[in-house]
């Protein structure tokens, strides 16, 4: 049975850096797109960042571009989000995801989902 597994998130200041990590288990992790998703109370889940299996293009929403990058270590079924230069906006409940490549930023397209990890960012 697919398992993801966030892990990494906390709370930082304005500026600060967090790594998310999500582990996978259970399905063959190099042959999914995987995605880093957020939600925010009272807001729906957004997209945040995609990288593709077969050639490992990113994509990342334009509201994190130049501060978040996602990356994956296919040895380690890991994907990571390095998040730099952290906004109170920042703050959310982020899903890492699993899906067919070219899943992106469509979150109906991603088969599996991890519980979460919660990101604050204090001003």
């Known amino acids: 049975q697919a398992q993801l597994v966030e892990s990494g998130g906390g709370l930082v200041q304005a500026g600060g850096s967090l790594r998310l990590s999500c582990a996978a288990s259970?399905?063959?992790?190099?042959?999914?797109?995987m995605g880093w998703f957020r939600q925010a109370p009272g807001k729906e889940r957004e997209f945040v960042a995609s990288?593709?299996?077969?050639?490992?293009?990113?994509y990342h929403a334009d509201a994190v571009k130049g501060r978040f990058t996602i990356s994956r270590d296919n040895a380690k079924n890991t994907v990571y989000l390095q998040m730099n230069s952290l906004k109170p906006e920042d703050s959310a409940v982020y899903y890492c995801g699993a899906g067919p490549h070219g899943a992106t930023v469509r979150q109906a397209l991603y088969d599996y989902w991890g519980q979460g990890t919660q990101v604050t960012v204090s001003s």
């Open positions: 990288i593709n299996w077969s050639d490992s293009a990113t």
């Open positions: 259970g399905l063959t992790f190099s042959t999914y797109t």
